[in-house]
């Protein structure tokens, strides 16, 4: 692509990165109100959440320059945030912990992120939170592809009831499955489409329900189970 085209997208890259900053309070001299800065604040996180930390495993983790984080590791074991302890599997590494003191200055850090973070967020509607968190999954996704999951975290699922917007969603995927694995046409999405307009249409809350899958608020998947007589019922779309 030349300079020229990408010159609009890296504006609107830009302009993004400045107003996130903002939102998040990235500018601000202390994270949070907080004696520390983001840097500082993030470090404290992986001591607090993860146990027998070199100074390497943190600075690899964080992407850190060793000399940065040396001076930050400096300063926390002054203000006897942290300790020092030979590995007993190799004396030559030296494994990092907070002290009691430590955990007493992140645990409101913590918390005061948390509220922020709940704060944004409660602000929105439902939908609204499934698009910002579907939106940050996908920045994520394309920008590190390859990136493993965090130590200790899993993946977030929801199966819930339908709602607007989910049908046309199920009527896309449906056409391109089918497509991509039994070469069908786009007679098939009008096939599928007149199965979600019946079900909307005559849709019957005691005995019918659409479900639909989300992972990490990304659809991924439906199901619909359907009245086919008094006493029968069928599974579609699946």
Known sequence: MAQTDLNPRIDTVRRFNRFYTRAIGVLQEGWLNSPFSLTEARVLYELAHRERLTATVVGNSLELDPGY??????????????EKTPSEDDGRQILLALTGEGRQQSAPLEARTIQQVGGMLGRLSEREQRQLIG????????????????????????????????????VHRQGVLYAQ??????????????IVAKFIQHYDAKRERCWIAEKDGELVGSVFLVAKSRTTAKLRLL
């Open 181 to 194: 694995e039994y070469g069908y046409d786009e007679e098939f999405e009008a096939f599928t489409a007149e």
């Open 69 to 82: 984080l040396s001076r930050i590791l400096c300063s926390f074991e002054k203000r006897g945030l942290i």
């Open 135 to 170: 939106a940050m999954q996908t920045i994520k996704k394309i920008l590190a592809p390859e990136e493993k999951p965090e130590s200790g975290t899993k993946a977030s699922y929801l199966l819930r009831p339908h709602q607007p917007g989910d049908m046309g969603w199920v």
